[in-house]
């Protein structure tokens, strides 16, 4: 699964805090290759699965990067994630707020 959703999942580690980003044709094009996305739905696809970790992990646990509660993350996530990255939209309400920002 992490390979067929490659670019997509290395995308979403260099998006981190939104600005590296590439959420246009033309930052694809000159940069996607970094992170072998090769379209802008990967793009995309990888800032809804930012937000969607984000809003939640703010929502359900500590703060993002507090590490007090880390394996409960884990435990959290790892269920979730992989139905997430197949198809995002059915969980929109989740992070969509923080998608539109």
């Known amino acids: 699964l992490a390979l067929q959703f490659e670019p997509v999942l290395r995308h979403m580690a260099r998006i ?4 590296e980003a590439f959420l246009s044709p033309e930052l694809v094009s000159m940069y996607g290759a970094a992170d072998n ?6 793009a995309f696809t990888a800032l809804k ?18 590490t007090k509660d880390c394996d409960a993350k884990f435990t959290y996530f790892l269920p979730r994630f992989r ?13 969509q707020d923080e998608y539109t920002q």
Do not use: H, Q
């Not at 981190?16 to 600005?19: A, E, L």
């Not at 996305?37 to 990967?42: F, H, L």
């Not at 939640?56 to 990067?65: C, I, Q």
């Open 16 to 19: 981190g805090d939104f600005r």
């Open 37 to 42: 996305v090769t379209n802008i739905r990967e």
């Open 49 to 66: 699965l930012c937000c969607w970790l984000n809003t939640l992990e703010k929502r359900v646990f500590s703060a993002p990067y507090v």
């Open 83 to 95: 139905a997430v990255l197949m198809d995002p939209e059915p969980a929109w309400a989740d992070w």
